[in-house]
């Protein structure tokens, strides 16, 4: 059973516009969140994380949202810009430090 | 020069065949870890290993075994292939000691066909 889910297989947004990916998680004891972000033929690349104990971080163009009561958190992208065109994976990780990944989430960027 | 390599970087195998994946890192991490993915489904772990002498199963183990030769080397085996485990191999590496330990990096991974 998935504990992180990615509802949406894929996100079509034009270039300058906000990018907004969606997560949601189910385990409580989960403390830690990641993103990461992959090109074809290239293995994932850490993007941006946030510690439960916050609701925002925020790294240049992403921003990450974390809401625990809902157990949901978003990656926003402002602006999307067409090398953001790539798979982004949401990932919790809980006192272990072992990562549970949801499915992705395929970024177009179109011109 | 990449930081975590992967051999081979594609493999195309016959069924009840032996394959091994191997992984090596210049990173100088201690903790190392082999996923796959499948469409769908994301990454799914497989084996981690936390030193040398520690090597714990991961979510999906069965039909897989591993052997960390030094902190730097993690190899994946696959002792008989089956069709189902047709999939991209990732490694990944992350360090306890810069306090860092749940940002992974990964290699570029391993695509293997099993006919």
């Known amino acids: 059973d998935q504990q992180v889910k990615q509802n949406s297989p894929s996100l079509s947004v034009q270039e300058g516009r906000i990018s907004i990916l969606n997560c949601d998680y189910t385990n409580s004891m989960f403390d830690y969140f990641l993103w990461y972000k992959k090109y074809p033929a290239e293995g994932p690349t850490f993007l941006i994380s946030i510690s439960s104990i916050k609701d925002k971080n925020e790294d240049g163009r992403f921003t990450v949202f974390l809401n625990k009561s809902a157990k949901h958190l978003s990656l926003h992208i402002v602006p999307s810009q067409p090398g953001d065109s790539a798979v982004y994976f949401c990932?919790?990780?809980?006192?272990?430090?072992?990562?549970?990944f949801g499915a992705g989430t395929t970024v177009t960027v179109r011109a | 020069d990449a930081d975590v390599t992967q051999t081979p970087r594609n493999r195309i195998t016959k069924t009840g065949k032996r394959i091994m994946l191997e992984c090596s890192q210049t990173?100088?991490?201690?903790?190392m870890y082999w996923y796959r993915q499948d469409p769908g489904l994301g990454l799914r772990l497989i084996y981690y290993?936390?030193?040398?002498?520690?090597?714990n199963k991961g979510e999906i183990s069965d039909g897989y075994s591993v052997s960390r030769q030094a902190q730097a080397k993690f190899s994946l085996s696959l002792e008989s292939a089956i069709p189902n485990q047709t999939a991209l191999y990732f490694c990944a590496t992350s360090d306890w000691n810069q306090g860092r330990v749940r940002e992974q990096f990964f290699g570029p991974g391993t695509r293997l066909t099993v006919l």
């Open positions: 290993s936390f030193d040398v002498k520690d090597i």
């Open positions: 990173k100088g991490h201690d903790r």
């Open positions: 990932a919790a990780s809980a006192g272990d430090y072992k990562l549970s």
